[in-house]
C-alpha cells in the first residue's frame, strides 16, 4: 500500500535503559550528515501533556485512567503539531517512544494493550520502521542504576519484564528487533543498516 506521505517515520521502542535516546541522537545526527532532513522528537513531549506527563513521576503518580487519558493528548498533539507536518513535508521522523510505549505501559497498569493500539491509531499513523532495542533485564536495570536488593528493584524488574513481553507482542512487517546488549557504536551501525535499506526501498 502507497504511504500517504511522503517522509518517513522511524520509533525506538524498548524498556528503560535501553539505549533508546543515545541512539534516537546518534542516529539524527547520521542522516543529516547525509543531507537528509530530520525531525527528531520524543514522548511524553515537552508540551504541556508532556511536562504534566513527567512532572508527575516526581509529584506522584496519577490515577490509571487519567495517566492514559494525558498520554492520548500528548499524542494526539504531538501528531498534529509536529509528526505528520514533518512527514507530509517529506521529513524523516525519528521518535523516542510512541504508541506502543503506552501499549507497554498502560497495558501493565490494566488496560488491553490491542485497545489502546487500535485508539491510538485512529489518530497516530504507525511506523515505517519500529526499532524495539532488546536487552536483559539485569542490564538493563544496571545501566538505569537499580541495584540487586533495593526496596524497588522486585517491582521494577517485574514490571519491566511484562512491558518488554508487549512490546515482543507487536510483530508487525515495520519491526526490526535490535540487539541493545552491544557497544553503542556497534548498535548504531545496525540501526543505520537498518534505516539504510527502509530509505532505499521508499526512493
Ligand atoms: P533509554 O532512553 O532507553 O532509557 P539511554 O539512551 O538514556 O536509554 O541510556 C541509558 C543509560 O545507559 C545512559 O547512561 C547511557 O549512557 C547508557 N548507555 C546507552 N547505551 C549503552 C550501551 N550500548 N552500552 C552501555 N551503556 C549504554
Ligand atoms: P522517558 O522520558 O523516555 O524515560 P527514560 O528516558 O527513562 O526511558 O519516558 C518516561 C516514562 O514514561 C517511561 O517510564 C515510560 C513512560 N511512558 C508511558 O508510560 N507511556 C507512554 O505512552 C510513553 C510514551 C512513556
Redesign the pocket.
Known sequence: MPRPYPGSLIV?E???????????KLLAAALREQGHRVALSREPTDGPFGRRLRESATTGRLSPEEELQLFHQDRREHVETLIEPALQGGEIVIL?RYYFSSMAYQGIRGFDPQEIRRVSEEFAPPPDLLLL?DLSLD??LA??GVRNGEANEFEQRESLQLCSEIFHSVQDDFVTIID?????D??HAAILGTVTSLLRKAD
Open positions: 525506538l524498548g524498556i528503560d535503559g535501553t539505549g533508546k535516546s543515545t541512539q534516537a523516542d532495542l542490564t538493563a545501566r538505569i541493545a546488549d552491544q557497544s553503542i556497534e548498535i
